[in-house]
């Protein structure tokens, strides 16, 4: 498969063709002076496909999409991104990388001096020449998918957690990346809050079909994000159900321990995994 | 001990590396696009115009108190009549350009380095750069000019009103006569001003490339922001008193 994503970037070709990855890992390792925090790390992901990284704390979970996003380079190992290999380029040559990439952070690292409107369009105001009625009209759109549109004057201080997460999912899609990363975004909310941020998750893949890497321990968001479907009614509402089978084989389960993969397969092999430590963590 | 050492030398040779990468970095930014000219403009404001206060009034008592103990010892000498030229020569030399840089190390040092940390710690400078920003580019560069264009004028203001609280002193004080004091002013060589003018672009970016190295260094949550803060002044002030001896002595060679 890297083989084949190596051939095609050679080619001077874009990937976005069903059957090849738009993420490669290929035996990636990093460490920090001694504490070695990812070993070895191979995975691949398929366009419109989620990857749910599971893991307790410490174990390489968020460096996984730090590598990605190329804000950490690997010691070993390749990394690919939409058919371009990234852990060899510089800081410059990531910017075009990253204009396919959005990632959503622990705590949502909104910026704290800009209001809404103006964190959601951030990209498109500074990095883009897009028109100013063009950037608003987007910004609304993407405000009024998580629910927000009449949040957009406000300053970050002024909402609450969910809202935060919310704004950063907003931000995150407002430039319509195809790959988005979610690094814990349902991580310190209570359940209810927690389910509306799945929620626009599981709209993002199904309804923008954006593929997706949701880092989490939180065992029941990881479940309902692989489970459940959403689909745009003929009146233009969107509903989210239980997903069927095929659907949710389409999200992957990636279980990390000490910086190693000790787990990878769908949320049915998850469940029936005999591994001592998958049980634990489960139970 | 040795071990000690080392790591203390390891430590130094990677802040230099680091320090001299920013400084490159930022040099890019500066001759190359992108331009983030609103941040440009509101640095400017940030750093120039609400430093103003604080300059007056630093410069407005330095020449005042220099002329109060200059007054004092030129009395020994019976030379009181000279004490504009000695306030004018100290403020525009010495006093005027470091203090002001001292100040605004207080003032823009500390306010740098506890933005940027916040920013690092709350992974706001990673999801600028997820967001396709360069945060050099976008953060450092425009405190830079304004650090470096700014200071400049700050120390020209600062200069002025510290000759004025010396006239102040001198006209009401020391019963110098308001000709006397002005005309003993004029005395002063044009390399003075070129030296007084000069002295503060550099440390003006002294002062603002320290403060966002140790910024954008920070670890260690809302600690660590504090760390920083106090960092970026301690290094800043020292950095400016270390870089005006380094700096007036190649000026003196230069100049004069």
């Known amino acids: 498969m890297v083989q084949e994503v190596a051939h095609r970037e050679a080619g001077g070709q874009i990937l976005d063709e069903p059957e090849l990855p738009v993420v490669v890992f290929d035996h990636v390792s990093l460490a920090f002076d001694d504490k070695v925090v990812l070993k070895d790390v191979s995975f691949t992901l398929l366009p419109g496909h989620t990857k749910i990284i599971l893991g307790a704390s410490g174990a390489g979970k968020s ?108 931000r995150a899609m407002a430039s319509k990346p195809k790959i988005l990363l979610y690094d814990e975004a349902t991580t310190g909310l209570d359940p209810i809050t927690a389910m509306t941020v799945d929620d626009e998750v599981v709209k993002l893949r199904d309804i923008e079909t954006v593929t997706s890497i949701v880092v989490t321990h939180q ?65 | 001990m040795i071990a000690l050492i080392v790591g203390w030398l390891k430590t130094v040779a990677l802040e230099v590396q680091l320090y001299a990468r920013l400084l490159g970095a930022t040099t890019r930014g500066i001759v190359t696009p992108p331009f983030y000219r609103h941040d440009i403009v509101e640095q400017f404001d940030a750093i120039g115009v609400a430093s103003l206060t604080v300059v007056l009034l630093t410069g407005f008592f330095t020449g005042a108190v220099l002329a109060l103990q200059a007054g004092l010892t ?85 200069d ?49 490339t320290i403060a966002c190295h140790v910024g954008l260094r920070t670890t260690g949550g809302t600690q660590g922001v504090g760390r920083s803060t106090t960092e970026a002044v301690v290094a800043g002030s020292v950095g400016v008193i270390a870089v005006d001896f380094f700096l007036t002595r190649i000026l003196i060679s230069l100049l004069y």
């Open chain 2, 74 to 158: 030129l009395d020994t000498f019976g030379a009181r009549p000279v004490v504009g030229r000695l306030v004018s020569t100290s403020m525009i030399l010495e006093l005027g350009p470091v203090l002001t840089a001292l100040m605004l190390s207080g003032r823009i040092g500390s306010g740098i380095a506890a933005e940027l940390g916040s920013m690092v710690v709350t992974d706001q400078i990673n999801a600028m750069r997820a967001l396709g920003t360069d945060p050099v580019r976008k953060l450092v560069v425009p405190r830079v000019l304004a650090g470096v264009f700014m200071a400049p004028v700050l120390t020209v203001v600062s």
């Open chain 1, 219 to 283: 065992l029941r968001d990881a479940f309902y994000i692989a489970t459940h479907a959403a689909a745009r009614e003929e009146d233009g509402a969107i509903t989210i159900g239980a997903a069927d089978r095929e659907k949710e084989q389409e999200s992957e389960f990636l279980m990390l321990r000490d910086g190693l993969i000790v787990f990878e397969g769908d949320a049915d092999a998850l469940r029936h995994s005999k591994d001592e430590y998958l049980k634990t963590f489960l139970s």
């Open chain 1, 63 to 170: 460096i996984t999409l730090k590598i990605l996003l190329g804000l950490l380079k690997p010691d070993a190992g390749t990394v690919w991104v939409s058919g371009r290999r990234v852990d060899d380029l510089s800081e410059e040559e990531m910017m075009a990388v990253r204009a396919n990439l959005g990632m959503v952070f622990q705590e949502g690292a909104l910026f704290d001096s800009l209001t809404v409107r103006e964190n959601v369009g951030y990209r498109l105001y500074e990095e883009t020449k897009l028109p100013l009625e063009d950037v608003d009209r987007r910004v609304e759109e993407v405000l009024g998918f998580v629910g927000l549109g009449e949040f957009s004057e406000r300053m970050p201080s002024e909402l609450s957690g969910g809202q935060r997460r919310r704004v950063a999912i907003a």
């Open chain 2, 160 to 208: 002025f009103l510290g000759i004025v609280g010396g006239w102040m002193v001198a006209r009401f004080q020391l019963q110098v006569a308001t000709g006397l004091y002005w005309s003993s002013i004029r005395r002063l060589y044009i390399q003075d001003l070129e030296m007084g003018l000069i002295k503060p672009f550099v440390l003006g970016f002294v002062i603002v």
